[in-house]
């Protein structure tokens, strides 16, 4: 399967408070999972990432947690902030050795909205 | 700015109307990739370029004609579009060559819409 399911949709937050966006997959070969950040008008951006051999990945008030065996993975923005209203794209990729690059699949997207 | 730039940035034809997207990339990439993004469905890869070689065709309609003349630039051509075609189309790049990703950096798009 080359879905990646991402929930919830849209998410309201506090300001301060925890924002956690969820995503599964179900491809075992997917070995490298970005977040990407878009704010309107403009393209996706990379925000984090994580390969399967870590359990966590921290970057400043950005989490990825990653639990393999769930084939689930998920972002946490701890202190969230109005600048953070935005909306979030997980995504998996299947690197295809033997010359061929691998693409990314993603999922539908979560509009976070951080209120003051 | 990511360094990749589109034009233009909105696109309003016809279905009869033959109009190309522009993208070019200022980061010395070798690869170059085509998105769709509609309203409330994952962004779609269209097309790769991988070296100026098209390395991924996602089963897209003839009626989108993908050109790389060189590494830095890519072109999507449209012609007889349908209704259903209007979307955000993203370009993208990155170091490209075989076997491992890199990040991929995103323009800002094109709004295109069909009448």
């Known amino acids: 399967q080359q879905q990646v399911k991402q929930s919830p949709q849209s998410l309201i937050v506090q300001k301060g408070g925890i924002s956690i966006i969820n995503c599964a997959y179900e491809?075992?070969?997917?070995?490298?999972f970005p977040w990407y950040q878009q704010f309107p008008g403009k393209g996706p951006a990379l925000l984090i990432a994580?390969?399967?051999?870590?359990s966590e990945k921290k970057e400043g008030r950005f989490t990825i947690s990653f639990n393999k065996s769930a084939k689930q993975f998920s972002l946490h923005i701890m202190d969230s902030q109005p600048g953070d209203s935005a909306t979030y794209f997980c995504a998996a990729l299947m690197n295809l050795y033997g010359g061929s690059q691998g693409n990314l699949i993603f999922g539908k997207g979560t509009k976070l909205s951080v209120k003051p | 700015e990511t360094g990749v730039t589109q034009t233009p940035r909105h696109l309003v034809m016809g279905m009869t109307n033959k109009k190309s997207l522009k993208c070019e990339q200022h980061l010395g990439h070798n690869a170059m990739y085509w998105y769709k993004q509609s309203a409330k469905k994952p962004l779609e890869l269209m097309f790769v370029y991988n070296f100026k070689e098209q390395t991924e065709n996602n089963s897209v309609p003839s009626r989108f004609s993908p050109e790389c003349p060189n590494s830095s630039h890519l072109f999507l051509h449209l012609h007889t579009l349908q209704p259903e075609d209007s979307a955000l189309y993203l370009c993208a790049s990155s170091r490209g060559g075989d076997l491992w990703v890199n990040e991929q950096f995103f323009g800002p798009g094109t709004r295109l819409t069909v009448l």
């Open positions: 994580i390969r399967p051999d870590v």
């Open positions: 491809n075992t070969a997917f070995d490298y």
